[in-house]
């Protein structure tokens, strides 16, 4: 069986593939609007042991998300959107031949992103491939512990941290639609992680 999972290089994408991995060809994915180049995602992709792939996604969702981040102050209704939308072009499956599922690495305790129980039903009916989301009961805590048993990573200050998930792609086009100011205006400061690899 073949999932495609969405992928930012973070450990939480990356824990989601190593427990799915006995269970499915896992091909991790990376969506982007062309802003910035997926390599980060690709390198992290492949020092774990999993295949990477792009799917590109509509420019309209991103100009629709950074007017509503930058509108809201806060991101979380613009990262919410672009998820979803990253989840639905997941599982066209246009990339690839054949897809029996679509998962990301959403847990327990995100405010966003999440998929909804409707949003879940809505994608495995129109796609006929099944959501899963092997994080979704899973804490802070815990994800904590199974990286650091199980994973290298790199952790440190958003901006610093190279990544190729969608977070990289909205403050470029903040910046470009609204100037430098317009990040820290929306994104509280956070820490963000990437994977190495996987732990000796």
């Known amino acids: 069986m073949h999932c495609g999972l969405l992928y930012s290089a973070g450990k939480d994408s990356t824990l989601a593939a190593l427990l799915l991995e006995d269970f499915y060809d896992v091909t991790l994915v990376s969506g982007t609007f062309g802003v910035v180049d997926p390599d980060p995602a690709r390198e992290a992709a492949e020092s774990v042991g999993f295949d990477h ?15 509503r981040m930058y509108d809201d102050g806060y991101p979380r209704n613009g990262i919410q959107r672009v998820h979803e939308h990253a989840v639905e072009r997941v599982a066209e499956g246009e990339w690839t031949e054949s897809l029996d599922a679509v998962a990301d690495g959403t847990r327990r305790d995100d405010r966003v992103p999440t998929v909804d129980r409707p949003l879940a039903q809505s994608v495995e009916d129109r796609f ?8 979704a009961g899973v804490g802070r805590g815990a994800i904590d512990a199974m990286a650091a048993q199980s994973l290298d990573v790199e952790t440190g200050p958003s901006a610093e941290i190279p990544k190729a ?10 910046v470009e639609e609204y100037g430098e100011g317009a990040v820290d205006e929306v994104f509280p400061d956070h820490i963000q992680s990437r994977v190495r690899g996987r732990s000796e």
Do not use: I
């Not at 792939?53 to 100009?63: F, G, I, K, Y």
């Not at 006929?128 to 994080?135: I, K």
């Open 53 to 67: 792939e792009t799917v590109d996604l509509d420019p309209a969702v991103a100009r629709e998300a950074v007017e």
């Open 128 to 135: 006929g491939v099944a959501y899963l989301a092997p994080l």
């Open 165 to 174: 998930d969608y977070e990289v792609e909205l403050r470029a086009l903040l």
